[in-house]
């Protein structure tokens, strides 16, 4: 038994040696994320800008598999602090106005010209009441739809499970035809995985301006959670923006280029929740209630 342990083992280090030869030869990631050898996937690290063998079908820390997550330009609307801080988060935070004069207190506030056209809500929805306000600016030539978050949820703007509920509205615009893609963009703060691969990369395909906002390791972004980060069945889309050291104005920022990047977000594992709710240094779920100032 001894001796076919010993054969056995010479022989898959055989097979790893050829696979750590093919990959290495792979110089980016599009060719990296498709080679493959005997039993193993090769695995594209963007960060030391090389190709790696697989472990028994398991990427190592920082690489992935998955050609949807190699690194990619952005978009043509780059994103800026003064935008997610004076544009966006008004409009996500007035979504979790009771009634349209206090979600129109908050923009009177803070968007001069931008006037609440309507609140919704619907009950029994994620097991409590959902509410969206619909507002447009005549400044900025928009019509602004966003979503309160989880209580008991923009272009589409929201929160929490307001922004799983952002994204699909977003999709759903374009894919039907109501607005053109390059009209639609989507900001979110604390958002959760919200499909599968497939989704992801169709919402990147109907909406590619898009930016998820991530303060910190706010852990429900990490939601729902993965075993593994190449795990195709609960999938991000891009783009996240991440602040490491909090949101307060002049904090640093970087704008990951892959949608599931080792470096960004997912690179810190520690579970801070009441971050979650706190994003430009404001409790977004309070805010509205002393009129966003």
């Known amino acids: 038994m001894f001796v076919k342990l010993v054969v056995w083992l010479c022989f898959l280090s055989i097979i790893l040696s050829q696979v750590s030869g093919l990959c290495s030869e792979q110089k980016d990631c599009g060719s990296c994320t498709q080679a493959s050898e005997g039993l193993e996937v090769c695995c594209w690290n963007a960060t030391k800008n090389s190709c790696l063998p697989s472990l028994l079908g398991v990427c190592r820390i920082g690489g992935t598999r998955l050609s949807y997550n190699c690194p990619t330009e952005l978009p043509k609307f780059i994103y800026t602090d003064d935008f997610g801080r004076y544009k966006a988060l008004p409009y996500i935070a007035a979504a979790y106005g009771t009634t349209s004069t206090e979600a129109q207190q908050c923009l009177t506030n803070t968007l001069p010209g931008a006037r609440v056209y309507r609140q919704y809500f619907a009950s029994h929805c994620a097991n409590g009441t959902c509410a969206a306000t619909l507002s447009y600016s005549?400044?900025?030539?928009?019509?602004?739809?966003?979503?309160?978050?989880?209580?008991?949820?923009?272009?589409?703007?929201?929160?929490?499970?307001?922004?799983?509920?952002?994204?699909?509205?977003?999709?759903?615009?374009?894919?039907?035809?109501?607005?053109?893609?390059?009209?639609?963009?989507?900001?979110?703060?604390?958002?959760?995985?919200?499909?599968?691969?497939?989704?992801?990369?169709?919402?990147?395909?109907?909406?590619?301006?898009?930016?998820?906002?991530?303060?910190?390791?706010?852990?429900?972004?990490?939601?729902?959670?993965?075993?593994?980060?190449?795990?195709?069945?609960?999938?991000?889309?891009?783009?996240?923006?991440?602040?490491?050291?909090?949101?307060?104005?002049?904090?640093?920022?970087?704008?990951?280029?892959?949608?599931?990047?080792?470096?960004?977000?997912?690179?810190?594992?520690?579970?801070?929740?009441?971050?979650?709710?706190?994003?430009?240094?404001?409790?977004?779920?309070?805010?509205?209630?002393?009129?966003?100032?």
């Not at 002049?250 to 709710?277: K, R, Y």
Request: aromatic share 10%; proline share 4%; glycine share 8%.
């Open 138 to 293: 005549m400044y900025d030539q928009a019509i602004v739809v966003s979503f309160r978050g989880a209580k008991e949820v923009d272009q589409a703007f929201g929160h929490s499970l307001g922004s799983g509920m952002a994204s699909l509205t977003s999709s759903y615009v374009v894919k039907s035809g109501l607005f053109p893609s390059e009209k639609v963009k989507m900001i979110t703060t604390g958002q959760t995985r919200v499909g599968d691969i497939k989704y992801a990369q169709a919402h990147d395909n109907l909406v590619p301006y898009t930016y998820r906002l991530v303060n910190i390791n706010d852990m429900v972004t990490k939601l729902p959670t993965k075993s593994y980060p190449d795990l195709e069945d609960s999938y991000h889309s891009r783009f996240e923006v991440w602040y490491p050291n909090g949101m307060v104005k002049g904090s640093e920022f970087i704008i990951c280029n892959q949608a599931g990047q080792s470096s960004c977000s997912a690179s810190s594992n520690d579970t801070m929740l009441p971050v979650h709710n706190s994003y430009f240094n404001v409790s977004i779920n309070t805010w509205v209630g002393t009129g966003c100032t």
